[in-house]
């Protein structure tokens, strides 16, 4: 390959990834688009949403309006630890998280069909002992 062509290879990737080209799976912006659509706002701390997974989580400091807020407009149910969906979310976080209080909704919600057209499997918000909330969800197949 010549210089000139290395060079054009080189600002073509460059520009795809300047262009937009998301380095996630697009969860992160969603749910948060989702939420602010419903006059939710959070301030998202770190996401993690794998291009290679259909699931993700976002996370914020802990503020009790806004989990009162999410409940009610979600219709979100309060899950004991003595329920498998406690566990499934706190490995969706990758398992390093002490959880306080688990709240969520599954089965493909009808509150968490997407803007984009997209529809969630399910949405888990997750209060942890050291004041994070975490926004547990994953798309749908199909």
Known sequence: ????????????AAGLFAGGCSRDNGIPKELTSHLADRGIQITSTRAQAPLSSRGGYVVA??????VINIVATF???KIGSENRQWQQAIDKTGGAVAPKELWG???RPVQFKLKS???LEY???????DGLIYFIAEYAYG
């Open 117 to 119: 057209g997209a529809q």
């Open 1 to 12: 390959m010549s210089k000139a062509s290395y060079g054009l290879a080189l600002a073509l």
């Open 105 to 107: 909704v599954v089965g």
């Open 75 to 77: 219709k979100l149910e």
């Open 123 to 129: 949405f888990y918000l997750l209060i942890t002992a």
């Open 61 to 66: 400091q802990y503020n009790a309006q806004t």
